[in-house]
């Protein structure tokens, strides 16, 4: 009898983990959802209600972090671009530019040494058809991108590698 209640747990406590990993996709709509439900609650408790929302947006921020992300600018001084969220893997960071481009990470707690640090460092013209650069990430983190010495319209995608 203990090893049929056993064998029962164990397979509820693996359909469960499946669950919850197909749950974990990018659901946009959904999000958009509980947050609405979340700001309908906020006149009524709103400590609770913004902790709500703060949990629901970090859970969408590493659930949707699979997608690729997209920056365009122009030559000049440019603001810090992040929070960068990615997953745990590889991911290509490609930086497409007529003019020259220095690219430095700074990885908060579990990005990894890759992402801390020197990124890109494009001369004028090795960005024409996209500079990529191959990076590990050691787990799901946020990490911030630092540019300068931007002198051509640019763009840069960072995007999990297949």
Known sequence: MKRLFCFIAAALFVSLSISLQAEAACDAARLKEDIQARLELLDEEPVRAIAEIIDLALGGLHDCSDEPH?????????????????????????????GSARIDGVALEGCGKELDGLIHNISAGQGIRGAANLVAVESDCIFYLELSKITAPWTLTIAKAP
């Open 70 to 98: 997209t920056y365009e600018g122009f030559e000049g001084a440019q603001p810090v671009l992040g929070p960068v969220p990615v997953s745990e893997g590889l991911h290509i960071i490609t930086m497409t530019t007529e």
